[in-house]
């Protein structure tokens, strides 16, 4: 299944699975107060420090210094398996991206 198919599947029923749909773009422009609105959907309090602790282990420049933190063994053995069988030299890209910027929230967000 291809990544924007498996993520429509989502959003065409976030509301029956209690499923809450977060864009990176919004976490870019108002990184507090998506957090605050990801907490209250958990259900969770969180302190100024948690926050502070949070916004920097979720950022592009942690994951890229710890890109081995973030290796999907069980995600990329089974992209070997989907996507790869005709040309197994195909280079598997890391978990982080280059900090490409894509636009999936433009194509998706019509629909939440």
């Not at 198919?5 to 989502?10: D, E, I, M, R, Y």
């Not at 890109?67 to 978990?95: G, S, V, Y």
């Amino acid at each position: 299944m291809f990544w924007w198919k498996f993520v429509q599947n989502w959003i065409d029923n976030h509301e029956k699975v209690n499923c809450k749909i977060v864009f990176y773009q919004d976490l870019i422009r108002n990184f507090s107060a998506e957090l605050d609105q990801i907490s209250s959907f958990l259900g969770v309090s969180l302190t100024d420090e948690e926050k502070e602790r949070i916004k920097y282990l979720s950022s592009f420049e942690y994951m890229k210094a710890n890109n081995e933190k973030f290796d999907l063994h069980t995600l990329r053995a089974r992209w070997h398996q989907c996507f790869l069988k005709e040309d197994p030299t195909t280079e598997i890209p890391p978990f982080v991206s280059k900090g490409v910027k894509r636009d999936g929230m433009a194509e998706l967000k019509d629909s939440v």
